[in-house]
C-alpha cells in the first residue's frame, strides 16, 4: 500500500504495515533523544494599544468619580436648602393653625356675629323627623342689632352708580 491509498477511503483507519527491518529500540550505544514539549512562540503583540486602553480606562474612572462626588455635594447644598425651607413653612403652618383656631373660639364668633347684626336665638325647636312631630316653643329672636351690624353703616348699602 502507497502512503495516497493508507490515507484515504475504508483504508485510512487500518494500521499500516510496519516495516520490520527497523529495529523498535535504538542500536547499543545510540540513544535516541527526549521528546519534550517546544516552546510556544512568543507572541508580538503591541503594547501601545494596550497601555492607552489601560490609560484611558482609568482616567474615565477618575473623571466619573469626581463627577459623581460633585453631584453629591451639590445635592447635599440643596438639601440643606430644602430643609430649612421646611422649617420656616412648618413654624408658617403653626401660626396659620393658631390664628384659624382663635377665630373659630367661641367668644371671637359671637363676637364677629355681633358685627355683623347677628342677634342670640331664643330656646330651639326641634322637628321629630319620622312622625313630623314639632318638640319645644319656637320663639323669635327679640335682641335689638348691635350698632356696628353692616346694615346700619353706610358702606353696606347697595350703591346705584
Given at each position: ?131 313630623g312631630r314639632?318638640?319645644?316653643?319656637p320663639q ?22
Amino acid at each position: 500500500m502507497t502512503h495516497a491509498t493508507a490515507t484515504r477511503g475504508a483504508n485510512a483507519l487500518r494500521d499500516s504495515p510496519r516495516d520490520t527491518t527497523t529495529p523498535s529500540r535504538p542500536a547499543p550505544g545510540r540513544e535516541q533523544p527526549r521528546l519534550r514539549a517546544a516552546p510556544p512562540v512568543p507572541v508580538a503583540a503591541p503594547r501601545a494599544p494596550f497601555v492607552a486602553l489601560v490609560l484611558v480606562m482609568v482616567v474615565a474612572g477618575v473623571v466619573g468619580i469626581l463627577v459623581l462626588n460633585t453631584k453629591i455635594n451639590e445635592n447635599a447644598f440643596q438639601l440643606t436648602n430644602l430643609e430649612a425651607q421646611q422649617v420656616t413653612l412648618d413654624q408658617q403652618e403653626q401660626q396659620l393653625n393658631q390664628q384659624l383656631a382663635d377665630r373659630e373660639s367661641p367668644n371671637n364668633l359671637a363676637a364677629e356675629a355681633l358685627k355683623l347684626g347677628l342677634v342670640p336665638a331664643g330656646t330651639p325647636a326641634f322637628i321629630r323627623l319620622p312622625d313630623g312631630r314639632v318638640l319645644g316653643v319656637p320663639q323669635p329672636a327679640t335682641s335689638a342689632p348691635s350698632i356696628t351690624s353692616q346694615a346700619d353703616t353706610p358702606s353696606a348699602a347697595p350703591s346705584g352708580q
